[in-house]
């Protein structure tokens, strides 16, 4: 299969290196059995054939994804401040929108996925 290719739109200069846990997507947006990110796996898989067997796939292109793509504000809370990049997969045949969510906590000067999903 060739390597997915992340669609280049604007550059990120408002983050810098960030932080993609691979236990969030194995045991949830990537995983079948999870309770609230199973519809998220199914969609994954119909959409891009990307399957929990993925997940390290998926945690390099969100990791590249935050590097090319400008995040987008949402809303800020005593947490932090979170944003969206909304970017496309290409992936074999297969191509997709797909929305990736972050935080860039209160303590910290870089962002952490909080979920990714197909749009």
């Known amino acids: 299969m060739a390597k997915p290719r ?22 949830y947006c990537l995983d079948p059995t999870h309770s609230k990110g199973k519809h998220k796996a199914r969609v994954f898989a119909a959409a891009l054939d990307l399957t929990i067997d993925n997940a390290e796939e998926l945690r390099d292109i969100l990791l590249s994804a935050v590097q090319v ?24 045949e297969k191509r997709a929108l797909v929305r990736s969510s972050w935080i860039v906590r209160i303590d910290e000067d870089f962002p952490r996925l909080t979920s990714c999903y197909v749009l």
Request: charged share 30%.
């Open 69 to 92: 793509y400008d995040a987008k504000p949402t809303q800020q809370d005593e947490y932090g401040q979170y944003y969206v990049i909304d970017f496309i997969i290409t992936r074999g």
């Open 6 to 27: 992340v669609r280049r739109c604007d550059r990120n200069s408002e983050l810098p290196a960030s932080v993609v846990d691979i236990n969030k997507l194995r045991n």
